[in-house]
């Protein structure tokens, strides 16, 4: 028989609807696929597969690389940080092929670099995030507890 004392259970409250995915976690996720640890950056992999022959990156990669960090910022900024349609219709096309152009040569010499950079700087806003959140989550409560108080 198990120990559990269901007078002692208690079931969250519901609560406000999940937040959306953290735009890091997304990346993150995305790199992880495209570049898995101890691959070869020459190898095929998800965002290799989609592209056309020869080129490292298909437009889908690149739009997701511009939009997360301008979504970031837009979800602390401000929606006019949002990258619109045409900018991306725009930004989207020339990034490939300068990206093309260039980031064979720089994966084969730099790499590792690059993910260690990449890693580095999803650690470090992550925790720029979570200091944003706790910030909004103080100013809630403080105007809770002064509209309270008033």
Do not use: C
């Amino acid at each position: 028989m198990s120990d559990l004392n269901l007078d002692t259970v208690r079931i969250p409250e519901p609560g406000p609807e999940a937040p959306p995915p953290d735009p890091i976690d997304t990346l993150a996720g995305e790199l992880a696929e495209a570049f898995p640890p101890g691959g070869d950056p020459a190898a095929p992999s998800a965002a290799t597969e989609r592209a056309p022959a020869g080129e490292l990156l298909d437009e889908a990669t690149v739009r997701m690389f511009l939009q997360v960090p301008f979504d970031f910022i837009a979800a602390r900024k401000g929606a006019h940080w949002k990258l619109t349609a045409e900018e991306l219709a725009v930004a989207v096309p020339l990034t490939v092929k300068v990206s093309n152009k260039y980031a064979p040569e720089l994966l084969k010499r730099w790499a590792d670099e690059i993910a260690l950079a990449v890693v580095l700087g999803m650690i470090f806003l992550k925790r720029v995030n979570l200091d944003s959140q706790e910030a909004s989550n103080k100013a809630h409560e403080k105007a809770a507890a002064e509209a309270a108080a008033a």
